[in-house]
């Protein structure tokens, strides 16, 4: 059954960039994130319910929520320029670059925490770098967007740093605090930002303007980006963390099939490659960590083995001369 749900989390998570894109053709796209956060917050506090574990705000301590409302005002920058990245450029060239903020993760990981980087890591680091400039190839003049410019390519990076930065944040900051009350804790902070954002900019009289149609898309990719979520949960409880992971990042598959049905975009055969490295860099990755935790796992074994013969030789040892004599 967790395969299913593995299965679940990488087609909802695909589709979300396409529903979103259908909202934002006229729409602003800060007005779309604010709105869809409405509807990913309800899934996210649906997450904490359906772990079982009541939220218990007094025991978070002080360090705890001031990361926690960082890396929710890291996530409220990223989507806001995702789905801006979204509104002016093409799919198969804004989502690319917004996974790449895995390649970001592991470098500031490195640099700031200290962790190690091993060859399997590293070579999924170049393999995702690689895929990632393939598929953000340059486009013939007459595909490409006008008057959009390279302000695309802006947004998008700036959603892949912002990513990253959530991760880190986590990292160094957030501990002792359920995955998912962490994370409904942080899609609150990113609503709070999101409306404050379209205050600031005074668009909060455009939210009545939005058109019906497409306020209908905003609210399904936020349902998409919520049931992903927890069919991603539900995988991790009943299977195995090194298969649900590579099935859920084939989501780019699924955007890269869809945006070619709806949007008609097609990927050059550079572009296909580019994908295939992207996909497969993380599969690298995790079949080193597999390999390292097996081996980890036969070191331990083999450890336990030793002293249960080594014990077994020295209680020989010391009867040995009684029934020698």
């Given at each position: 059954?967790?395969?299913?749900?593995?299965?679940?989390?990488?087609?909802?998570?695909?589709?979300?960039?396409?529903?979103?894109?259908?909202?934002i053709r006229k729409t602003d796209s800060d007005i779309a994130t604010a709105v869809r956060t409405i509807v990913v917050l309800l899934f996210s506090w649906l997450m904490v319910y359906v772990s079982g574990k009541r939220p218990d705000f007094a025991e978070i301590d002080g360090r705890t929520w001031l990361f926690l409302v960082l890396s929710g005002i890291a996530t409220g920058a990223s989507w806001l320029c995702y789905f801006k990245a979204l509104q002016i450029g093409d799919?198969?060239?804004?989502?690319?670059?917004?996974?790449?903020?895995?390649?970001?993760?592991?470098?500031?990981?490195?640099?700031?925490?200290?962790?190690?980087?091993?060859?399997?890591?590293?070579?999924?680091?170049?393999?995702?770098?690689?895929?990632?400039?393939?598929?953000?190839?340059?486009?013939?003049?007459?595909?490409?967007?006008?008057?959009?410019?390279?302000?695309?390519?802006?947004?998008?990076?700036?959603?892949?740093?912002?990513?990253?930065?959530?991760?880190?944040?986590?990292?160094?900051?957030?501990?002792?605090?359920?995955?998912?009350?962490?994370?409904?804790?942080?899609?609150?902070?990113?609503?709070?930002?999101?409306?404050?954002?379209?205050?600031?900019?005074?668009?909060?009289?455009?939210?009545?303007?939005?058109?019906?149609?497409?306020?209908?898309?905003?609210?399904?990719?936020?349902?998409?980006?919520?049931?992903?979520?927890?069919?991603?949960?539900?995988?991790?409880?009943?299977?195995?963390?090194?298969?649900?992971?590579?099935?859920?990042?084939?989501?780019?598959?699924?955007?890269?099939?869809?945006?070619?049905?709806?949007?008609?975009?097609?990927?050059?055969?550079?572009?296909?490659?580019?994908?295939?490295?992207?996909?497969?860099?993380?599969?690298?990755?995790?079949?080193?960590?597999?390999?390292?935790?097996?081996?980890?796992?036969?070191?331990?074994?083999?450890?336990?083995?030793?002293?249960?013969?080594?014990?077994?030789?020295?209680?020989?040892?010391?009867?040995?001369?009684?029934?020698?004599?």
């Amino acid at each position: 059954m967790w395969i299913l749900f593995a299965a679940g989390s990488a087609f909802f998570a695909g589709i979300t960039a396409i529903l979103a894109k259908c909202g934002i053709r006229k729409t602003d796209s800060d007005i779309a994130t604010a709105v869809r956060t409405i509807v990913v917050l309800l899934f996210s506090w649906l997450m904490v319910y359906v772990s079982g574990k009541r939220p218990d705000f007094a025991e978070i301590d002080g360090r705890t929520w001031l990361f926690l409302v960082l890396s929710g005002i890291a996530t409220g920058a990223s989507w806001l320029c995702y789905f801006k990245a979204l509104q002016i450029g093409d799919i198969n060239r804004v989502v690319p670059i917004d996974k790449s903020s895995v390649i970001l993760t592991i470098l500031l990981a490195f640099l700031v925490l200290g962790e190690p980087v091993s060859l399997p890591k590293a070579a999924g680091v170049v393999m995702m770098g690689a895929g990632t400039f393939l598929m953000i190839e340059k486009k013939d003049a007459g595909q490409a967007k006008s008057g959009s410019g390279n302000r695309w390519f802006f947004y998008a990076a700036g959603s892949a740093i912002a990513a990253s930065l959530t991760s880190i944040l986590g990292k160094i900051g957030i501990s002792g605090v359920e995955s998912g009350l962490g994370t409904a804790i942080r899609t609150a902070v990113v609503l709070l930002m999101a409306w404050m954002m379209v205050f600031v900019t005074g668009k909060q009289h455009y939210v009545k303007a939005i058109p019906g149609k497409e306020l209908g898309f905003i609210c399904l990719s936020g349902i998409a980006t919520g049931a992903s979520w927890l069919c991603y949960y539900r995988a991790l409880q009943s299977g195995p963390a090194s298969l649900v992971v590579p099935i859920d990042r084939l989501s780019i598959v699924v955007t890269v099939v869809f945006s070619y049905a709806v949007f008609h975009e097609r990927l050059s055969k550079k572009g296909l490659f580019g994908l295939f490295l992207i996909v497969a860099g993380p599969m690298i990755m995790l079949l080193g960590q597999a390999a390292v935790t097996s081996t980890a796992a036969t070191a331990a074994i083999h450890g336990r083995n030793s002293c249960t013969r080594a014990g077994w030789f020295w209680k020989r040892r010391e009867w040995w001369p009684y029934m020698r004599n």
